[in-house]
C-alpha cells in the first residue's frame, strides 16, 4: 500500500449502513481515532441504505467533517450500497467495513501490511484461515449455513478463497473501479461476484487472517438470505456467459 499522489487521500473508509441508529455513532468515533492516531489522509464515506431511523443523520453529526453521508432513497442492499459509496469516493485506497466493526478498525493495517509486502490490488478479511481469531463465535446454525455457502462458492465459482463474506476488504481504487462499474448484485452476495469478476480481468488478491467478533444483531437470514444468495449466484453465472464482465463493454 503506497501513499496516494500529493492532494489526493490515502483512504476512503466506506460503511454501508442500513438502520443503524443504534451502533453508528461508536463505530465512526472508532474510526475516527483510529485514522486520527496513524495520521492518515482520508474520509468516511457512510452509506445509508434507506434506512427508516435516524442513521444518517446521527453518522452526520459524528462525523465532524470527517467525511459524508450518502443517503439511498430506498432500501436495496449492502452490494448496491458498498458500490454507491465505492464510485463515490475519493481515496487512493478504498476500505469496506461493517457498521457493527466486527472486525476492529485496527486490521486496516493487517491488510494494509499485506498490500505492501505483496503488492497486490485487494487484500480481504478472512475467519477462516491461519492468523484469523474469532472471539466470538456466530450460532452453529449460521455457522454452518456460511460454510456450506463457502463450499457451494469454491465448487461453483472456482474461487479459492476460504472466507469471501467477511466485511472487511481493502484495495486500490484505481484497479477495482472497473470492476465495481460492472457489478449488479445487490444482496449479501456482492462480495462473490467482486472476487469472481477481479479474478477473471487478472487482478491480485490476498486474503489474510483478521480478528473477528459476532454481532448477534445480524440482519443475515438463516433460511431466506442464504436461499437468495444462491440464486444470485446463479445470476453471477448467467451475467458471465452473457458477457456482461467484459471490460471493454464497459462505459469509460
Not at 230 to 251: C, E, N, S, T, V
Amino acid at each position: 500500500m503506497t501513499p496516494g499522489p500529493a492532494g489526493r487521500l490515502q483512504l476512503s473508509v466506506v460503511i454501508p449502513a442500513y438502520n443503524e441508529a443504534a451502533r453508528i455513532a461508536p463505530t465512526l468515533g472508532s474510526i475516527r481515532q483510529y485514522l486520527k492516531q496513524r495520521r492518515l489522509s482520508a474520509e468516511i464515506v457512510v452509506v445509508d441504505d434507506g434506512s427508516t431511523d435516524d442513521t444518517a443523520e446521527i453518522a452526520r453529526n459524528e462525523l465532524h467533517g470527517d467525511g459524508r453521508v450518502l443517503r439511498l432513497p430506498e432500501n436495496r442492499g449492502k452490494g448496491r450500497a458498498v458500490r454507491e459509496g465505492v464510485l463515490q469516493s475519493n481515496g487512493r485506497w478504498v476500505l469496506i467495513s461493517d457498521a457493527d466493526l466486527s472486525t476492529p478498525i485496527e486490521e486496516h493495517e493487517t491488510l494494509a501490511a499485506e498490500a505492501r509486502n505483496y503488492d497486490v490490488d485487494m487484500v480481504i478479511g478472512s475467519r477462516a484461515i491461519e492468523g484469523s481469531d474469532v472471539q466470538k463465535h456466530q450460532a452453529w446454525p449460521r455457522e454452518a449455513m456460511g460454510k456450506t455457502f463457502n463450499g457451494i462458492v469454491r465448487g461453483t465459482m472456482g474461487l479459492p478463497y476460504r472466507d469471501t463474506q467477511c466485511g472487511f476488504k481493502l484495495f486500490d481504487r484505481d484497479r477495482l473501479l472497473p470492476v465495481f462499474r460492472m457489478l449488479a448484485i445487490n444482496g449479501f452476495a456482492w462480495d462473490v461476484e467482486l472476487l469472481f469478476v477481479s479474478r477473471r480481468l487478472g487482478l491480485q488478491v490476498r486474503e489474510v487472517g483478521v480478528t473477528w467478533r459476532n454481532d448477534p444483531s445480524s440482519r443475515v437470514g438463516v433460511v431466506r438470505d442464504p436461499i437468495l444468495m444462491l440464486i444470485d449466484l446463479m445470476r453471477i453465472r448467467w451475467r458471465f456467459r452473457r458477457g456482461a464482465y467484459h471490460p471493454q463493454r464497459q462505459p469509460s
